[in-house]
């Protein structure tokens, strides 16, 4: 399989991106970088978390206008898989490619934790190897993962089953959103579920030595779902 992550002007978290599924998973990967169309034939691209554009105007609004946003487009008109994590959510919500937005955090503070998050949906591409109910325990940290949309859209998604990742505490409880996320959303997938967006970073639980593997199933599941 074939990875490609973005690097925008302010992202930190490709390098990390790169290593976990190159070194870890064993993968083909390479960078983009923002200024690039050509996508090299990638089977999945990933937006990696970080401060594109130093978050000026919004999390992700300069970064969604970069050239490699409309190869990007394209690839996912097509039915190509996008991974955003993190910033990358950011900047596939301002990019149209995922409905809503993610805003200030509910305590208007900056949040580095590990949380725990629930599987909701497991018949998509980025969650095919967990079962419905599973939980993941994943790193946060950002200052605005407080994903808001209007309750008519948030309805929708609940009902088509793109949300794909809830924040639960140990009883899950649902309401444990450390953001303030409404419905304790996650992760959220589009219509297709071929595009996936998460404020938690799965790249940084690949080793049981950092606290955690739990982030690779995430990505294998990506590359199981390509394997056919």
Not at 74 to 83: N, P, R
Not at 118 to 123: D, F, I, L, T, Y
Not at 173 to 178: G, I, Q, S, T
Request: proline content about 4%; glycine content about 10%.
């Amino acid at each position: 399989m074939k990875w490609a992550i973005v690097r925008f002007p302010g992202s930190l978290d490709d390098n990390d991106a790169l290593y976990a599924v190159r070194e870890v998973l064993g993968h083909d990967a390479s960078i983009l970088w923002h200024k690039d169309e050509n996508l090299g034939g990638a089977n999945c691209i990933v937006l990696p978390g970080g401060f594109s554009y130093g978050d000026y105007l919004r999390c992700g609004a300069i970064a969604r206008f970069s050239p490699v946003m409309k190869s990007i487009s394209k690839f996912a008109a097509e039915g190509g898989l996008v991974l955003g994590i993190c910033n990358g959510f950011q900047i596939l919500c301002e990019a149209h490619l995922l409905p809503g937005a993610l805003t200030r955090n509910r305590s208007l503070s900056f949040i580095c934790d590990t949380v725990t998050v629930r599987v909701e949906n497991s018949q998509t591409p980025f969650t095919c190897l967990m079962r419905q109910g599973d939980l993941l325990r994943l790193p946060i940290k950002h200052g605005e993962g407080c994903y808001v949309a209007p309750a008519c859209e948030l309805r929708q998604l609940e009902e088509r089953g793109q949300v794909l990742l809830r924040y639960v505490d140990g009883d899950q409880n649902e309401r444990a959103a450390p953001n303030g996320s409404m419905r304790a959303i996650a992760g959220i997938a589009n219509e297709r579920f071929n595009v996936f967006g998460l404020m938690p970073h799965p790249e940084h639980a690949v080793e049981t030595m950092l606290g955690g593997t739990d982030g690779l199933k995430i990505l294998q599941s990506i590359a199981a779902s390509v394997a056919g």
